[in-house]
């Protein structure tokens, strides 16, 4: 996953202060997770999806996955899980 993060955030021309700050997360934290992934939650992965503009799957793909079409839904229940989490706070909001 730190290869994928890094690799997506330097492809969107972000720093890593400014992923921090798009992903509402701290500077350290990504840089942490750059040079040593950690246990991540769904809203951070969600976070830092959202902040690269890309899919939740993408940031944990392996490198065997990487493929010609970069938006290949390569694990789809990860996708679904983000989904039904935005759901959740959707209807907690109302």
Not at 19 to 37: F, G, H, T
Not at 79 to 93: F, K, T
């Amino acid at each position: 996953m730190a290869k994928n993060v890094r690799a997506l955030r330097i492809k969107a021309g972000l720093t890593q202060s400014a992923l921090a700050k798009s992903s509402r997360r701290d500077v350290r934290y990504i840089s942490e997770i750059e040079n040593d992934p950690q246990n991540m939650t769904l809203d951070t992965i969600e976070s830092l999806a959202k902040a690269l503009s890309v899919l939740p799957s993408e940031l944990i793909r392996t490198e065997q996955e990487w493929g010609p079409v970069p938006s290949k839904r390569l694990l789809p229940g990860l996708d679904n899980a983000i989904q039904v989490l935005q759901s959740y706070r959707s209807l907690a909001e109302e």
